[in-house]
């Protein structure tokens, strides 16, 4: 599959599937705006991807603010003349606590990461890409959103929230040529344990090999059809 003179847009790029992304995306002749909170580990991914400086940008970017997020995505079409591809990897999990003992901001700081980011880059960059005739959205969620466990409330509300807003978008982009679906993720196994030191506690987890082929398949021509969908990747559960 091949990619080339399409525009990505990934958020949490320096994260581990971000990253993952970055080089299957760069390998697939993409052009790449690399968005995250950490200019150092941003700068060490784009060097680390040796791409000419015409199919790269790096920003630094505070998704909770719309206007900068907003100036992000105009940066982004000043920069590359379009925007194709939005992949939203901001993640993040706080837990281990009962909804009496867990704090407002516990929630709030669940629903800031999963929700508020997801909000901010969809008006931001939707446009964009409905504008082509052509465009890809995808999200990373989890089976809690719809399964929660116990001791888990604010992370499963977040998650729960960030499925509700990418479904809607999803029917509201029908006929457009734009598809939005999300890839569900007990665990991102960023250090591969389940193939290093496999138990029965990691069998469900996905490493960020296994969610990246699954996400480049939604962002293929052949997925143009598949939209609103919840591909779990996670095993039994």
């Known amino acids: 599959m091949t990619l080339e003179h399409r ?3 990934i958020t949490g790029a320096t994260g581990g599937l971000g990253s993952q992304l970055a ?20 700068e060490t991914l784009a060097s680390s991807l040796s791409l000419p400086e015409e199919r790269i940008l ?22 590359f ?14 837990g281990g606590k009962t909804l009496t003992e ?12 999963h929700v508020w980011t997801s909000f901010h880059v969809v008006q931001a960059f939707v446009p ?19 399964r929660p466990s116990a001791k888990g409330g604010p992370y499963a509300i977040g998650k729960a929230g960030q499925e509700a807003l990418m479904l809607t978008l999803s029917q509201e982009l029908q006929g457009t040529g734009v598809t939005a679906n999300l ?3 007990k665990t991102i196994d960023v250090k591969r344990e389940k193939v290093s ?3 029965p506690q990691n069998a469900a987890w996905s490493t960020p090999e296994e969610l990246a082929a699954a996400i480049l398949y939604l962002l293929s021509d052949e997925a143009g059809a598949v939209n609103g969908a919840r591909l779990p990747l996670y095993g039994s559960y």
Do not use: C
């Open 197 to 199: 030191a496999p138990t």
């Open 102 to 113: 867990a704090s407002a901001e516990d929630l709030a700081f669940m629903l800031n990461q």
């Open 81 to 94: 003349g379009r925007v194709d591809i939005l992949l939203h990897l901001v993640g993040g999990w706080t």
């Open 128 to 146: 964009h890409l409905v504008a082509n005739g052509w465009g890809r959205v995808v999200m990373v969620t989890s089976p809690y959103a719809a």
């Open 7 to 9: 525009v990505a847009v």
């Open 58 to 79: 790096t920003r630094v970017v505070n998704l909770l603010d719309p206007s900068e997020t907003r100036q992000a995505a105009e940066a982004v079409a000043a920069r």
């Open 183 to 185: 890839v569900q993720a």
């Open 23 to 42: 080089r299957d995306l760069a390998a697939r002749g993409a052009r790449l705006a690399l968005l995250d909170l950490d200019s150092a580990r941003l």
